[in-house]
C-alpha cells in the first residue's frame, strides 16, 4: 500500500517557463548587474520578443523537443544576428547557466546550432546554421537512415512470413519512401533558395 501511495503523490513541476535555476517574477529589465544599454535591450525583448519565444518554444515542446532547448532555440531564431551568448540566453530567458548549458548542448546535437568563441574572449557564442531547418531535416534523413537499417535488420531476423516480420518489413518500406520524398523535398527547396536568394 505504501508503494501505492508513492506512486500516485502528485508531481510537482516548476514554472514551464523558467527552470530551477531562475527567478520567477523578475523583469529582466531590472535584472541587477546590467549596464543601462543591456537593461533596456532586456526590457524590450520582454515586452516585445518574449511572448513569440514562449508561444513558439511551446509550439516545438508539445510536438517533443525538450522544453528549455525549444526556448533558446526560438530566443536565438527571434534575435537580430541569429547568435547569443550564454549570458544573454540566460538573462533572457531568466535560466539558469546549468539549463542554458544542458539547452545548448541538445540543440548542438541536433545540428541546429553551432560554437565559436569571441575573438579575444574565452566567452563562448551560439549561433544558428544559416540554413537551420534544411541543416535540422538533413538530420533527420540520417537518423530515418539508421531506422531504416534497423528495421530491414529485424524483418529479415524475423522473417517476412511472420506476422511481426511483415510489420517491420512494411515500416522499412513506409521509411524508405519518405526518405525518397525527404532528399527531394529538400533538393528542391535549395534550389529553389539558390535562384530567389543568389548569392
Not at 514554472?15 to 520567477?24: E, F, I, S, V
Not at 533527420?140 to 537499417?149: A, G
Not at 529479415?156 to 511472420?162: A, R, S, V
Request: some cysteine.
Amino acid at each position: 500500500m505504501a508503494d501505492d501511495a508513492t506512486e500516485h503523490t502528485p508531481r510537482t513541476d516548476p514554472d514551464p517557463g523558467t527552470d530551477p535555476g531562475t527567478a520567477p517574477g523578475t523583469d529582466p529589465g531590472t535584472a541587477p548587474g546590467t549596464d543601462p544599454a543591456s537593461r533596456a535591450e532586456l526590457r524590450d525583448y520582454s515586452e516585445r520578443v518574449s511572448p513569440f519565444v514562449e508561444r513558439f518554444a511551446a509550439d516545438l515542446a508539445e510536438a517533443g523537443m525538450q522544453r528549455m532547448a525549444a526556448r533558446a532555440f526560438a530566443c536565438l531564431l527571434a534575435s537580430e544576428d541569429g547568435s547569443l551568448t550564454s549570458a544573454q540566453l540566460s538573462a533572457r530567458l531568466r535560466a539558469s547557466p546549468a539549463a542554458i548549458s544542458g539547452a545548448v548542448r541538445y540543440l548542438s546535437q541536433a545540428g541546429m546550432i553551432s560554437r565559436q568563441r569571441d575573438p579575444g574572449s574565452r566567452r563562448e557564442r551560439y549561433l544558428l546554421h544559416p540554413d537551420v531547418w534544411y541543416t535540422s531535416l538533413l538530420h533527420r534523413d540520417t537518423l530515418l537512415s539508421r531506422w531504416l537499417t534497423t528495421l530491414s535488420t529485424g524483418a529479415g531476423l524475423l522473417g517476412q512470413d511472420t506476422p511481426g516480420g511483415r510489420r517491420l518489413a512494411e515500416s522499412a518500406e513506409f521509411l524508405q519512401f519518405m526518405r525518397n520524398e525527404l532528399e527531394a523535398m529538400l533538393k528542391r527547396w535549395h534550389d529553389s533558395r539558390r535562384d530567389t536568394h543568389p548569392r
